[in-house]
């Protein structure tokens, strides 16, 4: 059958492939949840996107904020949060899943850290655990520097290093530099504290 003069991507569906027309592609993606497709002008097109996977042709998602009428979020979603007893002092990040407070990832206590910082780390480390596993939940933080800083791929914090918090900037350039290598269409969103109450992930310690 002729391919239409298109070769069509299938990332995520019931058979991930190149295909060489419309019906067969179709076919992969009918009820696939969350498929991700594309078609290319070429077949070598084509096999090079395939390699490269469905991230690096999705637009990225950009953070948003609610309106300040926005009902509480439910459903499936990851929020993340960051604790720091001092400024700097004595940091740790964790992300759970929705309200059940299933905790998905916790790293720290860290020395001399911040908790802008933690909360910087906490939303790339919920994206890149995403990307691996292949899934593709809201992600819900209450800091809005944190926010910025993924969108502009870089922690800018003022923090000045020293032997103490090493470990917590080696964490950063690996954040920074996972960010700078990677797409992704995760919707990243800001809590409204004021509205909703504690982030899920709070730790509790106001």
Not at 6 to 25: I, L, N, Q, S
Not at 74 to 92: H, K, Q, Y
Request: proline share 5%; glycine share 8%; aromatic share 12%.
């Amino acid at each position: 059958m002729a391919n239409n003069g298109k070769f069509y991507v299938v990332w995520v569906g019931h058979t991930p492939g190149v295909y060489t027309d419309w019906a067969k592609c179709k076919a992969q993606i009918d009820g696939a949840e969350g498929a991700k497709y594309k078609a290319f002008q070429t077949k070598d097109e084509a096999e090079k996107a395939l390699g490269k996977g469905w991230h690096a042709f999705y637009k990225q998602a950009a953070h948003a904020r609610p309106t300040k009428n926005s009902p509480r979020p439910t459903g499936d979603f990851i929020a993340v949060d960051a604790a720091c007893s001092g400024n700097p002092g004595l940091m740790e990040y964790r992300g759970v899943f929705r309200e059940n407070i299933r905790e998905i990832f916790h790293q720290g206590p860290f020395q001399e850290g911040t908790n802008n910082i933690g909360e910087f780390l906490a939303i790339v480390h919920a994206l890149a655990l995403q990307i691996a596993k292949n899934t593709h939940y809201p992600i819900y933080s209450d800091s809005m520097n944190a926010l910025a800083w993924i969108k502009k791929k870089k922690c800018n914090t003022k923090l000045v290093q020293t032997p103490a918090n090493e470990p917590i900037f080696d964490l950063i350039d690996r954040a920074e530099n996972w960010l700078l290598s990677h797409t992704w269409n995760i919707p990243l969103y800001k809590w409204e504290t004021s509205s909703w109450g504690e982030i899920p992930a709070d730790f509790g310690r106001k």
